[in-house]
Nanobody, 123 residues
Framework: EVQLVESGGGLVQAGGSLRLSCEISGFTFDDYAIGWIRQAPGKEREGVSC????????YYADSVKGRFTISNDNAKNTVYQQMNSLKPEDTAVYYC????????????????WGQGTLVTVSS
């Protein structure tokens, strides 16, 4: 069974940092592009970051470039998203997701995603 389980969300003040984790099972990092999407209340889903082991691609939304970093630990089957200099507009439910490819359309075509973890950034 393909699963993605997120953790690490919480409440943080603006300017602070959080690290999200996502443990995958039932597939490997070679099978899909992996990354993060988010959805804020009343807003559309947004692709935040992704990487692909198969073609070496990475992607960051313009809104998070320079502040967020995606990484993975193959031995732990875990992908991370380090989020620095957080802003109130980063407040959203963050989902770990798997899809066919990592590019600037990340988030539109996904195969599977986790249950989400809430990140709240206070001003």
């Amino acid at each position: 069974e393909v699963q993605l389980v997120e953790s690490g969300g919480g409440l943080v003040q603006a300017g602070g940092s959080l690290r999200l984790s996502c443990e995958i099972s039932g597939f490997t990092f070679d099978d899909y592009a992996i990354g993060w999407i988010r959805q804020a209340p009343g807003k559309e889903r947004e692709g935040v970051s992704c990487f692909s082991n198969s073609d070496g691609s990475t992607y960051y939304a313009d809104s998070v470039k320079g502040r967020f970093t995606i990484s993975n630990d193959n031995a732990k089957n875990t992908v991370y998203q380090q989020m620095n200099s957080l802003k109130p507009e980063d407040t959203a439910v963050y989902y770990c997701a798997a899809g066919p490819r990592c590019n600037n359309k990340w988030g539109r075509y996904l195969e599977v995603w986790g249950q989400g973890t809430l990140v709240t950034v206070s001003s």
